[in-house]
T-cell receptor
Framework: AQKVTQAQTEISVVEKEDVTLDCVYETRDTTYYLFWYKQPPSGELVFLIRRNSFDEQNEISGRYSWNFQKSTSSFNFTITASQVVDSAVYFCALRVTQGGSEKLVFGKGTKLTVNP | EAGVTQFPSHSVIEKGQTVTLRCDPISGHDNLYWYRRVMGKEIKFLLHFVKESKQDESGMPNNRFLAERTGGTYSTLKVQPAELEDSGVYFC????????????FGQGTRLTVV
């Protein structure tokens, strides 16, 4: 099965707290890509990161960091020192390829609310 | 450079009516995708165009949905006749190359069928 699970439906934190969004995936492919997207209140899906299954190094971009662990099929996303502007729905996704086509399989999303 | 643009941003129609959604991808992007998010559920794949050809339409819910991409530029998604369960947010995305590149999404069209 090709599946992404985001067990946390909603998370609420106070500004400056660190928060981790969980993502667990299932895939039968040996090579695959994982993604995180952010959906702010304006509605568009904003690309955050793409990770190749061969690259297990953690990545840091400013206050954002990602922990990819193949052993547990997880690709968790941490926001350090959260800010109100981080409030959004965050989606984890798995790229699936089949017969010359490709698509993203999304989790249900985690709604993050950062309170001042 | 303009991003992926979708029209309209919101649409409210009655059950049984027809609605056409439009997506303008990023210029030069051969790949165009439609996705849909029904309330509280996952964002789900509908179909994938490569230029004007439908590469994969396995996610289309039923024959009330028709997608076109004439000339390989913008795409339309028509729902006829609309049903209540069609309500949701319809996203369009485009990518330059099949494979490694990320897909850029539009802001979505929120469709409400009453």
């Amino acid at each position: 099965a090709q599946k992404v699970t985001q067990a946390q439906t909603e998370i609420s934190v106070v500004e400056k707290e660190d928060v981790t969004l969980d993502c667990v995936y299932e895939t039968r492919d040996t090579t695959y890509y994982l993604f995180w997207y952010k959906q702010p209140p304006s509605g568009e899906l904003v690309f955050l990161i793409r990770r190749n299954s061969f690259d297990e190094q953690n990545e840091i971009s400013g206050r954002y960091s990602w922990n990819f662990q193949k052993s547990t099929s997880s690709f968790n996303f941490t926001i350090t020192a959260s800010q109100v502007v981080d409030s959004a729905v965050y989606f984890c996704a798995l790229r699936v390829t089949q017969g010359g086509s490709e698509k993203l399989v999304f989790g249900k999303g985690t709604k993050l609310t950062v309170n001042p | 450079e303009a991003g992926v643009t979708q029209f309209p941003s919101h649409s409210v129609i009655e059950k049984g009516q027809t609605v056409t959604l439009r997506c303008d991808p990023i210029s030069g992007h051969d790949n165009l995708y439609w996705y849909r998010r029904v309330m509280g559920k996952e964002i789900k794949f509908l179909l994938h165009f490569v230029k004007e050809s439908k590469q994969d339409e396995s996610g289309m819910p039923n024959n009330r949905f028709l997608a076109e991409r004439t000339g390989g530029t913008y795409s339309t998604l028509k729902v006829q006749p609309a049903e209540l369960e069609d309500s949701g947010v319809y996203f369009c995305a485009s990518s330059q190359e099949w494979g490694n590149t990320e897909a850029f999404f539009g802001q979505g069209t929120r469709l409400t069928v009453v």
